[in-house]
């Protein structure tokens, strides 16, 4: 029972790479998103997905691309990186479409990028 | 706006104590709360998720009670071990459930 996977687990880019965070999941669930936590400012909401096709962002989308082509992958693409996005990424789900109103919510493990 | 808030910021008991961790939100128009263990370097565990119209859940040591009127939920950990040692974050779901507000945690560590 994978749950919710995430890869890589470490990254280090340059300032103006671009990459890919990976995220699937196994559970057929129609909710995706991807947060990042920072110390202070706790887990903010990148973008997120209410199933394939359809996406949207959160607090923070700025520098960040998201597609959803199938139920189970959620990429978030970072477009250049900047030092400021150093940070580490959790993608979460949910089996209800309408996110988190009366499902639990499931996390990977995260991705611990940084740009330098 | 919801806001959530957790006290205290950090713990530290012996081993065997028991304890309570304090979570309150702003907004008493919540549809559940979670409580979540998240260890260094690693991810979110759920540990219990309480819905709206529940008082507490129970999992083993572990017990979630959830006042809405007063916005408070209280995480209590009983026979407290060294492995429990870790943060722990409760979330509430904002106003249109796309995502979950979380407060800054709570820094447990159970010595032995």
């Known amino acids: 029972n994978a749950g919710v996977t995430q890869t890589p687990k470490f990254q280090v880019l340059k300032t103006g790479q671009s990459m890919t965070l990976q995220c699937a999941q196994d559970m057929n669930h129609e909710y995706m998103s991807w947060y990042r936590q920072d110390p202070g400012m706790g887990l903010r909401l990148i973008h997120y997905s209410v199933g394939a096709g359809i996406t949207d962002q959160g607090e923070v989308p700025n520098g960040y691309n998201v597609s959803r082509s199938t139920t189970e992958d959620f990429p978030l693409r970072l477009l250049s990186a900047a030092p400021s996005q150093t940070s580490v990424y959790f993608c979460?789900?949910?089996?209800?479409?309408?996110?988190?109103?009366?499902?639990?919510?499931?996390f990977g493990q995260g991705t611990r990028l940084t740009v330098v | 706006k919801q806001e959530v808030t957790q006290i205290p910021a950090a713990l530290s008991v012996p081993e065997g104590e028991n304890l309570v961790l304090n979570c309150s939100f702003t907004d008493s128009a919540i549809y559940n709360l979670q409580w979540f263990r998240q260890d260094p370097g690693k991810g979110l565990t759920s540990l219990l998720l309480i819905q709206s119209s529940q008082r507490e859940q129970t999992s083993g040591r572990l017990n979630a009670s959830l006042d809405k009127s007063s916005g408070r939920s209280t995480l209590y950990i009983a026979a407290s071990q060294p492995g429990d040692s870790a943060t722990y974050l409760c979330?509430?779901?904002?106003?249109?459930?796309?995502?979950?507000?979380f407060g800054a945690g709570t820094i447990l560590r159970v010595k032995s």
């Open positions: 979330a509430v779901p904002s106003l249109y459930g796309n995502k979950l507000v």
């Open positions: 979460a789900s949910s089996p209800s479409d309408t996110g988190f109103y009366d499902t639990e919510a499931f």
